[in-house]
């Protein structure tokens, strides 16, 4: 598949350009295996970086939050935001020390957040979150009430000015380096589950999301 | 231990202040359990959220890279930044959706970035930087030349200005929806390490460090 071209100046990539990587399939799945991105903005008392959990729904990625939270409400003021995600995959171990590396998935998004207003388009929002982190589990909590959705923020970014970067595969080493006796390879950083951990007063079977987690990967 | 209060204003921990943490040592150990941070900075072109490999010496964490850089060049110019890393630790469930939330260590640096110009102290950066990720490695490579330590610009920035937020334990229901009939807990997230692949020409033993490295997480 050809690269497309970087959709602005400010996101196109010149340092290490060839790991450069403008396909919305690569964007979407590099904000598809993200639990939180960091938003940057600057407002009044400086530029500021804050970590926000995420999920994507079509061409936008959302965030939510308590309608007194003060990254929410400034965002509603179309404020111009730089939103990141970034993957670790392994650390790469070349025979200098200059050309080590590190393998990683990352995702810069510039754009504007806007306010998901309508009630049932908000309601869908959520829904859609808690499916991406837990399929089936929406069925079978309480709901949010009426109060708990008036109290929410949910907001958008469209994802359409964004740049990914994406480092894979071993060590670039000189051709000179390459007979220096020393192992040279890739150490991989994975995100894996860990053992549920029930709370105390469940008294009702384990389902198979919980059951599945561990394998789940 | 007591919780120090909080270095600025705009560290000050609002939203779920119970979460706040201000000591020194819970800073460490989120930016030395990091391999890269996100920095916040302003330029002509907007505001910014860049993602780069860090380490700590002391009371600084430390990033490098190419002289040519953008992001280094714009940083030796005495620009305010925000340098936020984060861990997520797992998906918190409970009994209601509203009451769902993560488990996170999370970290945010104010300041401004300085240069490490003095020859020694850079290479004695660099080398920790080495130690930090595979210890015991930096004996075995080829050490960096004169001419890829003059490429080659190692910046720092105090961590004084700084705030965590950590979130660990179980779900916090609403009282009145403690007997709804589902399953309740946490679903853990963890860093781990995969299987290591060796590059193509390598003619030496396995390393302990490389042979250790998935059952050290």
Redesign the interface.
């Known amino acids: 598949m050809t690269n497309p071209t970087a959709p602005s ?2 996101t196109r990539i ?2 290490i350009a060839e790991n450069a990587d403008y396909q919305r399939s690569t964007l979407y799945a590099i904000v598809d295996a993200a ?2 991105c ?5 407002d009044a ?7 926000t ?1 995420c999920w994507r729904e079509g061409g936008h990625l959302y965030i939510h ?2 309608n ?3 990254l929410l409400k400034l965002l509603s003021g179309d404020v ?5 995600i ?1 993957h ?1 995959d ?2 790469v ?6 050309n ?1 590396s ?1 393998n ?1 998935r ?1 995702a ?1 998004i ?1 754009g504007c957040f806007e306010r998901v207003t309508e009630d049932a388009a908000k309601r869908a929002a ?1 829904a859609a979150f ?1 499916e991406s ?2 399929p089936g ?2 069925a ?6 009426d109060k ?1 959705f008036a109290a ?1 923020t949910v907001m958008r970014i469209a994802l359409d000015e964004a740049a990914c970067k994406v480092r894979s595969g ?2 670039n080493d000189d051709a000179e ?2 007979d ?25 079977a ?2 198979g999301y ?1 059951l599945g ?1 561990q394998s789940a990967v």
Do not use: N
Not at 93 to 98: H, M, T
Not at 140 to 145: L, N, T, V
């Open positions: 100046d400010r010149r340092r639990y939180l960091h938003i940057a903005f600057q008392k400086g530029t500021h970086c804050i970590p959990a939050g308590s007194g939270g003060r111009q935001v730089c939103v990141s970034t670790v392994g650390l171990l070349a025979r200098s020390a200059f080590h590190m990683y990352s810069v510039y959520l808690m982190l837990v589990r929406q079978e909590i309480r709901a949010g009430s708990e929410t071993g060590p380096d390459m220096i006796p020393v192992w040279a390879g890739v150490l991989p950083l994975l995100q894996t589950h860990g053992a549920p951990v029930v709370d105390a007063q469940v008294a009702v384990t389902p919980v987690w």
